[in-house]
């Protein structure tokens, strides 16, 4: 039970929606006579994205659908349930708008970087979840917002906590851009050594993937058959794949021994990568299987031979950009086993592919620790959500 009064939001805020349009008031680039507005997909846990932006006729805008710094952004409709509910705070005013399926809740009777903060609590995210979980809800209604109730300390005491969970998250957006830049320094350690492996500027051989590599689709057991699942060994889907990361993250699903036993999978470090998916964006996504794991069909491996290749070579030779411009997307995003067998790359001499792996693996060790510091200060963070919000 919080010590400070708990309030109805709703009493001390407004909600504006966001802007509905046609096709014809819409440009993919900027105009003297239209205004950039910010979607659903522009709303990242980070805070908000100005990337891939759309601009609408100015004309179709009102005075209260520009940005001001303070108000919060939110998914208010979505086919996905996930992300309906998602906010994220404007840090400046801006000569921008936002679309119909967004809105924007704004206050002056509650310290904004307070407010801010109480949209990233699990509280928020949890009540949202709940409200969305019926048949076919996917829209955030008015009176959601209006009825949440919050900790409503004194103003002092708003300031004073923001100040706290602010530093706390700028600490973790410091050491999650040292992450990132650690990243960047093995993608310049590969392009330093081999070049760009699409131009192939250095002139290194090409062969065929197939020729140097095995390559295996996964399958998948009968779901009819419940003694295929249990706790035996990993099942791998495209989730795993991490586009974030250099290994595959741990499945949330097993096979029994009988589930295995009817499934393909690799016993030795391999690269998975993900061959089906209803987006192109989805398409090529990479990731190391450093243990064995069976995995589904959407999923080919690609396992080095015995004397040529390495394997933490091919998880970066195996660019994304060079792998999407082969795909059929006829139906869905589909590179079949033979397609990417067929596929050409470069493959320089084997003691630079191992020469390159250590210096990747040393980066991953600092990586390691930055990951651990993270993870420390995102619980501290979340304990101090908790303390003020739930």
């Given at each position: ?13 407004e ?10 008031d ?10 950039a ?17 759309i ?8 005075n ?8 919060i ?6 086919g996905s ?9 404007v ?6 708008s936002?679309g119909?399926?967004c ?11 307070y407010l ?5 609590s ?23 917002i ?5 900790p409503l ?63 295996i689709?996964?399958n998948?057991?009968s ?22 990361g ?27 990568m993900?061959?089906?998916a ?8 990479v ?12 999923i ?24 999407q ?24 001499p ?22 651990k ?18």
């Amino acid at each position: 039970m919080s010590k400070w009064e708990m309030v109805r939001l709703g009493d001390y805020i407004e909600q504006i929606r966001g802007i509905s349009y046609k096709p014809k008031d819409l440009s993919n680039t900027p105009l003297q006579t239209h205004i950039a507005i910010i979607r659903a997909n522009n709303i990242q846990d980070e805070g908000l994205n100005f990337n891939d932006l759309i601009y609408i006729d100015r004309k179709k805008i009102n005075n209260q659908q520009y940005l001001r710094k303070g108000d919060i952004v939110i998914c208010a409709s979505s086919g996905s349930k996930n992300l309906v509910g998602k906010a994220a705070q404007v840090q400046n005013d801006a000569n921008i708008s936002f679309g119909a399926f967004c809105k924007v809740v704004r206050t002056e009777k509650i310290y904004n970087p307070y407010l801010g903060n109480f949209f990233k609590s699990k509280y928020y995210r949890r009540t949202i979840s709940d409200l969305s979980a019926g048949i076919n809800i996917n829209n955030l209604r008015s009176e959601h917002i209006n009825d949440l109730i919050i900790p409503l300390p004194p103003l002092e005491t708003q300031e004073q906590i923001a100040k706290v969970l602010d530093t706390a998250s700028e600490l973790i957006s410091l050491q999650k851009q040292q992450l990132e830049e650690l990243d960047n320094l093995i993608k310049s350690a590969f392009y330093d050594m081999f070049g760009d492996p699409v131009t192939n500027e250095k002139g290194w051989e090409k062969r065929r993937l197939g020729d140097e590599c095995k390559i295996i689709t996964g399958n998948t057991p009968s779901r009819k058959e419940k003694e295929n699942y249990g706790s035996f060994i990993e099942w791998i889907k495209s989730d795993n794949i991490n586009i974030e990361g250099m290994y595959l993250s741990k499945a949330t699903e097993c096979l029994s021994e009988q589930g295995f036993s009817k499934c393909r999978f690799v016993d030795k470090p391999s690269v998975l990568m993900t061959c089906i998916a209803g987006s192109i964006n989805c398409i090529g996504n990479v990731g190391i299987a450093n243990r064995r794991v069976a995995f589904n069909q959407q999923i080919n491996a690609v396992v080095p031979g015995k004397n040529n290749v390495y394997y933490m070579y091919v998880m970066f030779m195996l660019t994304k950009k060079y792998i999407q411009s082969t795909i059929n997307m006829s139906l869905k995003g589909i590179l079949s086993k033979g397609k990417l067998s067929e596929l050409e790359f470069i493959f320089p001499p084997l003691p630079l592919q191992i020469k390159f792996a250590q210096i990747v693996s040393k980066i991953e060790e600092q990586k390691t620790l930055v990951q651990k510091a993270i993870d420390e200060s995102q619980y501290l963070f979340d304990s101090l959500m908790s303390k003020y919000f739930d």
